[in-house]
């Protein structure tokens, strides 16, 4: 079994539509969580922390279920550079910033 | 702005060739890793280091080594190259009091023949 385990898609979306993906790992004992956008033939960059207590950042919203080990992300109001791969990212215990990547879901917004 | 900087985004080599793949970051960050993607299995970690000298393996060290010798610089040597290193390689680094907050290269894209 993975220990990120993710839904490829791709999700395909009009503009202006939300969308969710979720993400589940398997170690319970994993400190942190994080997205990461992957853009096309380009390298991952944060896109942000997943905290228990859930967070927003403009149009994305990220929450973590530590009980039932999945984090999710949501993208309200799509819009055409919203397309990319996003990656669910866990950190497990241990120290050293160690990640653990999951092969990510595609996203295609379309007008 | 962290910048790390690969030395080539495209390398094609022999099978059995030594390859080396070399990573540099000028943000005095203590971590740097080595993964490869590859479609439908993501990133996977080769090996890691979190200070000079210092390395541990990843979840897939095996036909890989790597050496850092200064903080800045970390490298990825393919002792013995085969077709199945045929990837994507990039390389990260972070701070160790940024956790989750990765800086990464933009990536070689190795082809073994």
């Known amino acids: 079994r993975k220990e990120v385990e993710q839904d490829p898609g791709p999700f395909n979306v009009p503009e202006g539509a939300t969308v969710a993906f979720n993400c589940t790992y398997s170690?319970?004992?994993?400190?942190?969580f994080f997205w990461y956008r992957q853009d096309c033939r380009k390298e991952p960059k944060l896109l942000m922390s997943?905290?228990?207590s859930g967070n927003e950042d403009g149009r994305f919203t990220a929450q973590l279920n530590r009980a039932s080990q999945y984090i999710s992300l949501l993208i309200r109001d799509s819009k055409l550079s919203d397309s990319a791969t996003y990656l669910c990212?866990?950190?497990?215990?241990?120290?050293?910033?160690?990640?653990?990547f999951g092969a990510g879901t595609r996203l295609a917004v379309h007008p | 702005d962290v910048k790390v900087t690969q030395s080539s985004r495209y390398l094609v080599k022999r099978t059995g060739e030594k390859v080396f793949l070399e990573c540099v970051q000028d943000?005095?960050?203590?971590?740097m890793f080595w993964y490869r993607q590859d479609p439908g299995l993501g990133l996977r970690l080769i090996y890691f280091?979190?200070?000079?000298?210092?390395?541990e393996k990843g979840d897939i060290p095996e036909g890989y080594s790597v050496s850092r010798e200064k903080k800045e610089r970390f490298s990825l040597i393919l002792e013995s190259a085969s077709t199945n290193q045929t990837s994507m390689y990039l390389c990260?680094?972070?701070?160790?009091?940024?956790?989750?907050?990765?800086?990464f290269g933009s990536g070689t894209r190795l082809t073994v023949v």
């Open positions: 943000m005095d960050h203590e971590n």
């Open positions: 170690n319970s004992a994993s400190q942190s």
């Open positions: 997943v905290y228990s």
């Open positions: 280091s979190y200070d000079v000298k210092m390395k």
């Open positions: 990260a680094s972070s701070l160790t009091s940024f956790q989750g907050g990765y800086t």
């Open positions: 990212v866990v950190s497990p215990s241990g120290g050293y910033n160690k990640l653990i």
